[in-house]
């Protein structure tokens, strides 16, 4: 089945035109600075041929409108009909509860979606956007909604309940939901079959460290914790955003300084992780140049990083009762080494043992990296969100065609 | 890259008979990508800042290089500031100001859809200006005062094209205050008016229909209760700082009335009680003689380190209840 995917964020869209039989990206790409000017349109065809387009987008629904007719295009496209696009898939980022899987959308669906916008204020109306403008220009096409929260609606209560009172659970919806649930399935489900066990005996944990990083910990396929919660704040630190963090401390800071909401939630998103402590930089590769280089608030926020990934380790390890993998994916899990090493540095008590020069050895596959006599699998294995929704969406689609003929 | 190219997949697409892009619907209401903001002061300023943060693309005019360059001086500190607040950070403000624009020359506004001025309040500035911009200006151009007590019907006047004028009080600080009142004159199309209440939205402000009257709502309000607390003051009932403790506490306001007429500017509110009293002629609305002394005096507030409160080179507040 040949379906399109689409990512819509606040100002920008990325797709991936995909043929889910063969697993091949038949086209992918990205329109940017919508709404501004001097709008972008980057375009890859699966033989090489690259575009680069400027211009004017004054919305979603023209970003949409010109995906089509790139993939629509004689010289660049690779098909000659829009009824070649046999679905649409849509990251959402925001299910809250009511989405505990891929959905075909309908309007009930968009109501859904609608009452999520409350939860993630910042994701969701971009996301809404994007299938609204998809709808209108392909009127026959079915869509499928694929959440980032999903995978981890298998969370027990005890593990996303906060200790709040319950009616804030009740009125606002707050509590552990999650986010990155697309990596964590693929690299999860990856993870098995290089086990070459079923996956529900196997216990894995996902590292998915990249531009935002959460871990997740996957008891026989499901989700059992993850580190993000209400919002992807929490957990690890990142980039620029803090993780864990005592919350009374944010009100002293408030406080202290005057601060209001914007400028706190500011604070806590971009100005803290990595970027915050180190004084440096937010990126990963810079943290650890200056780190080899003596710089010791760069080599604190390196320590600081690594330590939490450790310590989730040890706690999804005792959550789970057992341990059988740990991945490592995203931008900084699958190209950084001296992550990977750090964060299983005295783990030898669990059975995690690594060979330092599989961890080096550079590669974009999936490969183990763990000594022989590890008995705990470590494993690369590089995401590929995009190719989940496909899959998600090919299933929906197949399941309907099914029900209704 | 010619800025146009992506029309031309569209055109290959009509060629080969794909189906033309839906036209846009004329009728419906669209956001702005490009405004003029005429006169850059403290408003102009916040108005630019605020415009350029949602995306939209700004020029700014001013009437010589030098004020030109303290505009984008400003627009920048304002920003470092909220830098060292953790509100933004260095590649917002690189976004920010990459959308900013200068120039001292008028017909540089002549094919942007949407003309803000923001002036110092004075009608016959304001009225020679827009004059000036209408000959200039595409006749679709809407255009914007940002005015807080003069008449939109009056400076509209000035125009041939009253009812694509309309009037936006913005508050101060711009980017942070969330209120804007959308001032119809009354020659203002609904129309327009809709178009610039969305405009307002867009800018992530929430939009108050006002019809054109002295004061609106907000200066209307606030000044008889400044003027009041001076008044109070005067009579020797509290000192400053008793009264604008008294008016924080007990009415949850994060400035009291004192110290927010010392952050108005106290030539400022003298001028706009003055207009309120010389329109409405209602006793009531007659400056205290003590902000008019303060006035004589040059103690006009934050901006002179002087009012009703002292004021350090940070505009913090040092030595309470000086006003005698």
Redesign the interface.
Known sequence: MKILILNCGSSSIKYQFIETETRIVLAKGSVERIGMKGAILNHQRHDGDKVKLVGEIVDHQVGVEYILSILLSENHGVIKDRLEIEAVGHRVVHGGERFTGSVLINEEVMDGLQECIELAPLHNPHNIKGIRASQRLLPSVPMVGVFDTAFHHTLPDYAFNYGLPYVLYKRYGIRRYGFHGSSHLYVSQRAAVLLEKPIDTVNVITCHLGNGCSMAAVKGGKSVDTTMGFTPVEGLLMGTRCGDLDPAAILHIMGQEGLSLSEANAMLNKHSGMYGISGVSSDMREIIQEAEKGHPRAKLAFDVFCYRVRKYIGAYAAAMGGLDAIVFTGGIGENAPQVRAASLIGLEFLGVVLDPGLNTWSSQSERAIHDQNSKVAVIVIPTNEELVIAIDTDRIISEKKKATS | ??????????N??LR?G?GA??PPDSESI??F??IVVVGVGTMGQGIAQNASQV?I?VLLIEKNQESLKASIAGIEENINHEIS?????ESDKKAIMS?IVGSVDFSDAADKPLVIEALPDNLELKKTVFSRLDKICNPDTVFITNTSTLSVTEIAAATDRERRVIGLHFLNPVT?TSVVEVVRGLKTSNRTFERIRHFAVQLNKTPIEVFEYPGYVTTRIILPMINEAMYVLMEGVASAEGIDTALKLGYNMELGPLALADQMGLDEVMIWMESLFRELGDLKYRPCPLLRKMVRAGHLGKKTDRGFFNYDENGRIIRKGVAE
């Open positions: 890259m010619e800025p146009n190219e992506l029309s031309s997949i569209i290959e697409k080969s794909g892009l839906n669209t956001d990508l490009r995306g693309d607040r953790w509100a933004k950070t959308r942070k």
